[in-house]
């Protein structure tokens, strides 16, 4: 742990971490928007597909589980991705109480056209690759930490955890 008393100011924006994260994650959406426009797709919309490509058929909950989103969160966008006819969902044969989730036809070929996505957005950012690659291993590093951290106060607190 690196002591706080080597920063100047510790609460000047410009050095808080939560303001980067947000202002990066706000920024590069935006790079994306034009790409994933013509597919149909918002951003949110474009992670649920890439969670669907890589796994499907999925359940609602671990879908849920596997963004890190509500599943109140996650039902809108479902919704959406239904009525465009990329996904379907319908309740399973052995749980009436969940929700499956399968890609469609369409939503399978729409695949094909995301494909592009991850080098068009490379060479928009014009940032190296492997710079690229050691952002993503450390904000890893930062969402396990955060979730860690999280987990932690809700044990202490009483609290029970997220799922």
């Avoid at 410009?14 to 149909?40: D, H, K, T, W």
């Avoid at 474009?46 to 963004?67: F, G, I, T």
């Avoid at 465009?84 to 929700?99: A, C, K, M, P, Y």
Wanted: hydrophobic letters at 45%; glycine letters at 4%; charged letters at 20%.
């Amino acid at each position: 742990m690196s002591d706080l008393g080597d920063i100047p100011d510790p609460l000047a924006l410009e050095n808080q971490v939560c303001f980067a994260l947000a202002v990066a994650s706000r920024s590069v959406i935006a790079v994306y928007r034009p790409v994933l426009e013509p597919m149909g797709l918002t951003h949110p919309q474009y992670l649920v597909m890439l969670a669907l490509w890589q796994h499907a058929p999925l359940s609602v909950k671990d879908l849920s589980r596997l963004l890190q989103l509500e599943p109140a969160t996650l039902s809108p966008l479902l919704k959406r991705l239904e009525a465009n006819g990329f996904v379907h969902r319908q309740r399973t044969s052995d749980d009436e109480r969940s929700l499956a989730v399968t890609l469609t036809p369409a939503g399978r070929r729409l695949r094909d056209e995301a494909e592009k996505i991850p080098a068009t957005i490379v060479g928009r950012l014009g940032m190296e690759l492997s710079e690229l690659q050691l952002l993503h291993q450390m904000l890893t590093r930062v969402i396990a930490a955060a979730n860690n951290a999280n987990h932690s106060h809700q044990a202490v607190h009483g609290q029970a955890p997220a799922s």
